[in-house]
């Protein structure tokens, strides 16, 4: 059986995960929610396969303390998922610096600050796996998401970084991007800035949701999967088949930029 720290369980594609991992694979969770009231709901529903850790992500001595007692109770975790995460809309002109570090404190910092605390126990795990959410904004850029862009493409660097540093302790790192979702990620849980002039809301906005299908959470399960039941854990797996191609072609042109600039 293996232990699970999960943040950002409570709703979105976290909910959807933490729930396959205990109905599906009969797993336990410890999953980490700022919301009293669904860590509450989450434990009657699952039993005592889901142990409540009420915390702040932004807030690293809460999430540290939180889990410590956590993991007391429930032992030590070999599979970890950073799912919490918010997105915040609006021009980069236009968005302030408090609203461009709120961004960061959660997507960026909120990460950092749910591995960090367990790296102790993952070393003493056998196989343990650490996935980090991205977004295919980690490796696109569209107009009024750059904050959360920006947040994205630091944790692909994050999921990069880590895998370097913690290969020598048989720790795997892989990074999930996912595509448009029905989450409530642009809509429930968006935060939005008003779009000013001279830009053209009218204009930029309907560039903003990307055009592609959105998918039911559950979409993502067979590729979540993979990332825990490959023999050797995928560096990155993107959910979205039509962001792949736009992704790859991007990446085709950045390979091109790069050696038109030394004449090769």
């Avoid at 007692?69 to 998922?81: I, S, T």
């Avoid at 029905?182 to 309907?206: C, D, F, H, I, M």
């Avoid at 039509?242 to 992704?247: H, L, M, N, Y």
Wanted: negative net charge; aromatic residues 8%; glycine residues 6%.
């Amino acid at each position: 059986m293996n232990i699970w720290v999960i943040s950002g369980c409570s709703s979105g594609l976290g909910r959807c995960w933490t729930h396959s991992v205990i109905a599906d694979r009969h797993d336990l969770v410890i999953g980490i929610t700022r919301s009293r009231e669904a860590a509450s709901e989450m434990a009657a529903t699952y039993q005592g396969s889901f142990t409540p850790c009420i915390a702040d992500v932004r807030d690293a001595e809460q999430v540290a303390s939180e889990l410590q007692r956590a993991v007391a109770e429930v032992g030590v975790p070999n599979r970890v998922v950073t799912s919490a995460g918010y997105a915040q809309f609006g021009t980069l002109e236009d968005l302030t610096n408090a609203q461009l570090r709120e961004q960061f404190e959660t997507n960026v910092e909120g990460t950092l600050n749910v591995i960090r605390p367990l790296l102790p126990q993952l070393r003493r795990a056998v196989a343990a796996r650490i996935l980090v959410v991205s977004s295919m904004s980690g490796v696109s850029c569209w107009p009024l998401l750059g904050a959360y862009q920006i947040s994205k493409h630091a944790v692909e660097a994050i999921s990069d970084t880590l895998r370097e540093e913690l290969r020598d302790f048989g720790i795997q790192v892989g990074c999930i991007e996912p595509g448009p979702h029905q989450t409530g990620w642009a809509t429930t849980y968006a935060r939005r800035s008003e779009v000013k002039a001279p830009y053209n809301a009218a204009e930029l906005l309907p560039k903003a949701r990307c055009g592609y299908p959105i998918e039911p959470p559950e979409a993502t399960l067979p590729l979540f999967w993979r990332m825990f039941d490959a023999p050797s854990m995928p560096k990155r797996i993107a959910t979205s088949r039509p962001f792949v191609e736009r992704a790859v072609g991007e990446a085709e042109e950045r390979i091109r930029e790069w050696r038109d600039s030394y004449g090769q």
